[in-house]
């Protein structure tokens, strides 16, 4: 009954319903409309007809600007692909410049042959190559042997000089090459480059730079480290993090290895730096685990040379200056403590390597020699002046007690470590304190 009450009830207001008129209100019933008013709309003023004509030009275009595809194409087709593909800087000039060469070589054989095309010779670019705290003590060492490689073909040193020195790399600025550039910029903003290999140096290494401003330290430290991973991650770059042996604090194993971690003070003065660093190899691991990026982690002991900061806190450069300015060695504590000094190129050397090897790290690059400080004022003194005094002072927060690296794992996995003793490498660094704290002082005998 509910059925046919439903149907019946349908019917009755279906036979309600007037009939559709005509436009003259006639009786007649209205003519149905079209169901499609997309197809009206097609159909209707001859839209139809030049929509085809529209696909038949550009048809015709297309095929007009393809390539022939026959065995007797022209030279002069083939030397017009070259000169598009050089414009887009995928074919080499030599290319472009031989009118009458038609192919080009392949780099492997596994890229396919597109018919009608010239095969694409894809040379290797050269190696760009960044450097934050390029302009400092260490950074500047490195910029020197980067470029004297011959398959870099640039070096971009980023500085923003609160450590770092435009001495350190004035010779290079003043020889007028073309591969070397400074941008004064500090990592704490992000910045845009094009580089294949990026060495992040960019960081106040001494304890009277580090302590001076805190807060800058450990921003440079995390918010700088982001910046750079996040280029590194942008452009596909190799990320090489130059972490310290600070983050040992002061250490409960002796030698340091790899795989220990630690014992560092979170709340102290040096904490600023040590800490720093620790979160920077964090934030380095993570972004090799999650996204994906190459990186390398060295951890950098004492290093002593040419170019070092004077007076800035650090024992070698503080001995060095004393002792050459007849003032007495100060040496903090009961002098037992004990570091261990490798020269700059020895490092210098270890980090090339490690970037350019296949291991992450982290890797101890350090020299295993172990002096007492009362050790090392011994060789300053027997360098520069036998009578020189010490004096010493109360020691700092947080110095650690004993440093030595162990590494085992550089020499077996880089094929690397330190070849120059502290005998040898010390004077190179008195010749060079001598001439920037005495300059035109100094007697043409002395420095000799």
């Known amino acids: 009954m509910a059925s046919s009450e439903l149907t019946y009830r349908g019917q009755q207001h279906d036979a309600q319903q007037p009939a559709p008129l005509d436009d003259n209100n006639n009786n007649k019933p209205r003519k ?5 008013p997309a197809l009206r709309y097609v ?5 139809l007809a030049f929509a085809m004509a529209g696909m038949a030009l550009a048809t015709l275009f297309f095929l007009l600007l393809s390539p022939s595809s026959t065995p007797h194409s022209s030279t002069t087709a083939a030397v017009s692909n070259v000169a598009h593909l050089a414009a887009v800087g995928l074919a080499s000039h030599h290319s472009l410049s031989g009118a009458t060469t038609t192919r080009m070589p392949m780099p492997t054989s596994a890229w396919p042959r597109l018919p009608g095309r010239v095969p694409l010779a894809l040379k290797r670019k050269g190696l760009r190559v ?3 705290g390029g302009a400092g003590f260490v950074g500047s060492h490195l910029v020197d042997r980067l470029l004297s490689r011959p398959e870099v073909t640039s070096v971009i040193v980023v500085d923003n000089f609160f450590t770092g020195q435009k001495s350190n790399v004035a010779h290079h600025v003043a020889s007028g090459d073309p591969r070397f550039e400074l941008i004064r910029h500090d990592v704490v903003e992000p910045i845009l480059l094009e580089v294949d290999q990026i060495y992040h140096l ?10 001076f401003n805190p807060v800058k330290t450990i921003k440079t430290n995390v918010v700088g480290t ?9 452009v596909g770059a190799r990320f090489l993090l130059t972490s310290t042996s600070e983050v040992y604090g002061d250490p409960l194993q002796h030698p340091q290895v790899e795989t220990y971690w630690g014992n560092v003070n979170p709340i102290g003065v040096r904490s600023c730096y040590d800490e720093g660093k620790r979160t920077a190899e964090t934030l380095t691991m993570d972004y090799h685990r999650g996204a994906n990026l190459e990186v390398r982690i060295a951890r950098i002991f004492n290093t002593y040379g040419p170019r070092m900061c004077i007076d800035d806190g650090r024992v070698v450069s503080n001995f060095v200056a004393q002792a050459l300015r007849k003032e007495p060695l100060t040496v903090y504590g009961d002098g037992k403590q004990t570091r261990s000094f490798q020269y700059v190129s020895d490092l210098v050397e270890g980090l090339i390597k490690l970037m350019e090897g296949e291991h992450v790290g982290p890797f101890n690059l350090g020299n295993p020699g172990e002096f007492t400080m009362l050790e090392l004022a011994k060789v300053v003194q027997d360098v520069i002046d036998p009578n020189a005094r010490i004096e010493f002072r109360p020691n700092t927060a947080d110095d650690p007690h004993k440093r030595k690296p162990d590494i085992t794992r550089a020499k077996d996995l880089l094929g690397w470590e330190p070849k120059v003793p502290l005998a040898k490498g ?4 008195v010749n060079d304190f001598r001439s ?4 035109d002082q100094i007697k043409p005998d002395a420095a000799n």
């Open 426 to 429: 010390l004077p190179l660094m």
């Open 32 to 36: 149905p409309t079209m169901p499609m």
């Open 43 to 47: 159909l209707g003023e001859q839209r």
């Open 226 to 234: 982001l910046n750079m991973l996040g280029l590194a991650k942008r």
């Open 130 to 132: 960044l450097v934050t």
């Open 202 to 211: 960019a960081c106040p290494a001494s304890p009277v730079h580090y302590k």
């Open 436 to 439: 920037r704290i005495f300059g």
